[in-house]
């Protein structure tokens, strides 16, 4: 049990200072470690990816999901601290010189060429997540119409996913 | 920045203040946390609350978590953070965790399998829509960050290496790229 929970400590606060653009940026390693450690399958794995995004909370909370799927309570508690811990030091401590840093050359270089890093990154979690949800004809119609809705932002997240749910219910 | 007077607060209304913005926030929890933290309790000034996420934005990590991080310290130092982040997480973190337990003990259920093939469906192409909201403004710009963005994408979720190497390689890359369009 506390190798477990050391490993998903050492992954997660690894990870919480490599999320560039924020923890989906970091989705395609969680799932790579996933399997490298045995903890889920693909398969379960995107079910956890999915529970993750219909519970209330950000989008850290698959760190959370994986944690207690691993190794229950204590497991949910070390991955979420150690996703969000590494991070929020390093933002007070950096908070208190961004006054001078923010408008520097190597900031905003530093951000320029991050920009299209996280959008590699995110785009790559996303293709690894729909080639595993996407089994047959009705998933991949459910997932083209929620990218559709998501991505011109009108309908709400929570209206896509329950209604994915529900037609998964009824029709598969 | 160095304007926020925060120090009156207390952890007790630091914590019920993330709270709220993590109740309010199903399915979007920074929205929520610029409705409580400017528009209801008025301790920030929408200018502030940018301020304080353009920072948040530039460092790794979770933008909401480490806003409520930075908040957290900047009113009442460390126990401050430590009461907006149990705030923001707590109830979440419990409703995870109860959930995961129901997966646990139900997943293998027809009805159930069948109802998270849907909503693993639906939370693939959620991730679809912000890959595309993130990724297309990017394609946009011009081949520089079209070459770093490809090469991401195949190293990251076609070849599949573990995400060190991926940023040894392209950050420096992306860096040398950005260098000729960022003006000095």
Redesign the interface.
């Given at each position: 049990m506390s190798g477990v929970l050391v490993a998903l400590g050492l992954l997660f606060g690894?990870?919480?200072?490599?999320?560039?653009?924020?923890?989906?940026a970091?989705?395609?390693?969680i799932l790579?470690a996933t399997l490298a450690h045995g903890w889920a399958t693909r398969g379960q794995f995107?079910?956890?990816?999915?529970?993750?995004?219909?519970?209330?909370?950000?989008?850290?909370?698959i760190s959370?999901?994986l944690g207690?799927?691993v190794a229950?309570?204590p497991g949910?508690?070390v991955a979420?601290v150690a996703?969000?811990l590494?991070?929020?030091?390093?933002?007070?401590w950096?908070?208190r010189a961004?006054?001078t840093w923010?408008e520097t050359?190597a900031?905003?270089?530093?951000?320029?060429?991050?920009?299209?890093?996280?959008?590699?990154?995110?785009?790559?979690?996303?293709?690894?997540?729909?080639c595993?949800?996407?089994?047959g004809a009705?998933?991949?119609l459910?997932?083209?119409?929620?990218?559709?809705?998501?991505?011109?932002?009108r309908v709400?997240?929570?209206v896509?996913?329950g209604?994915?749910?529900?037609?998964?219910?009824a029709?598969? | 920045m160095s304007k926020i007077s925060l120090s009156h607060l207390s952890r007790g209304a630091l914590f019920l203040a993330f709270l709220e913005a993590s109740l309010a926030g199903f399915g979007g929890v920074l929205p929520a946390a610029r409705r409580v933290l400017v528009d209801g309790r008025k301790w920030l000034t929408q200018d502030e609350f940018n301020e304080l996420f353009a920072l948040c934005q530039a460092m790794p990590g979770a933008n909401i978590t480490n806003l409520s991080f930075l908040f957290g310290a900047r009113a009442r130092g460390w126990s401050g953070a430590v009461a907006t982040v149990a705030g923001l997480l707590g109830v979440p973190v419990v409703l995870v965790v109860v959930f995961t337990g129901l997966y646990a003990r139900y997943g293998a259920l027809v009805p159930v399998r069948h109802a998270l093939a849907g909503l693993g469906a639906a939370a693939a192409g959620l991730l679809l829509g912000a890959a595309g909201r993130i990724a297309l403004p990017n394609l946009r710009r011009g081949w520089r960050d079209v070459l770093v963005v490809a090469l991401v994408f195949a190293l990251a979720g076609l070849v599949r290496w573990p995400m060190i190497w991926v940023m040894a390689l392209s950050v420096p890359l992306a860096l040398v790229l950005a260098a000729r369009a960022v003006r000095p």
């Amino acid at each position: 049990m506390s190798g477990v929970l050391v490993a998903l400590g050492l992954l997660f606060g690894r990870l919480s200072l490599l999320a560039v653009g924020g923890t989906n940026a970091v989705v395609p390693e969680i799932l790579r470690a996933t399997l490298a450690h045995g903890w889920a399958t693909r398969g379960q794995f995107v079910q956890l990816f999915a529970i993750s995004n219909a519970a209330p909370g950000p989008n850290v909370m698959i760190s959370t999901v994986l944690g207690a799927h691993v190794a229950g309570w204590p497991g949910a508690l070390v991955a979420t601290v150690a996703m969000v811990l590494p991070s929020g030091v390093l933002v007070i401590w950096a908070g208190r010189a961004w006054e001078t840093w923010r408008e520097t050359r190597a900031r905003r270089l530093l951000q320029a060429a991050l920009l299209p890093v996280t959008a590699g990154l995110i785009t790559a979690a996303a293709w690894l997540i729909t080639c595993q949800a996407v089994t047959g004809a009705l998933t991949a119609l459910i997932a083209g119409l929620c990218a559709f809705g998501s991505y011109n932002g009108r309908v709400h997240p929570l209206v896509l996913l329950g209604a994915g749910a529900l037609a998964g219910l009824a029709l598969l | 920045m160095s304007k926020i007077s925060l120090s009156h607060l207390s952890r007790g209304a630091l914590f019920l203040a993330f709270l709220e913005a993590s109740l309010a926030g199903f399915g979007g929890v920074l929205p929520a946390a610029r409705r409580v933290l400017v528009d209801g309790r008025k301790w920030l000034t929408q200018d502030e609350f940018n301020e304080l996420f353009a920072l948040c934005q530039a460092m790794p990590g979770a933008n909401i978590t480490n806003l409520s991080f930075l908040f957290g310290a900047r009113a009442r130092g460390w126990s401050g953070a430590v009461a907006t982040v149990a705030g923001l997480l707590g109830v979440p973190v419990v409703l995870v965790v109860v959930f995961t337990g129901l997966y646990a003990r139900y997943g293998a259920l027809v009805p159930v399998r069948h109802a998270l093939a849907g909503l693993g469906a639906a939370a693939a192409g959620l991730l679809l829509g912000a890959a595309g909201r993130i990724a297309l403004p990017n394609l946009r710009r011009g081949w520089r960050d079209v070459l770093v963005v490809a090469l991401v994408f195949a190293l990251a979720g076609l070849v599949r290496w573990p995400m060190i190497w991926v940023m040894a390689l392209s950050v420096p890359l992306a860096l040398v790229l950005a260098a000729r369009a960022v003006r000095p």
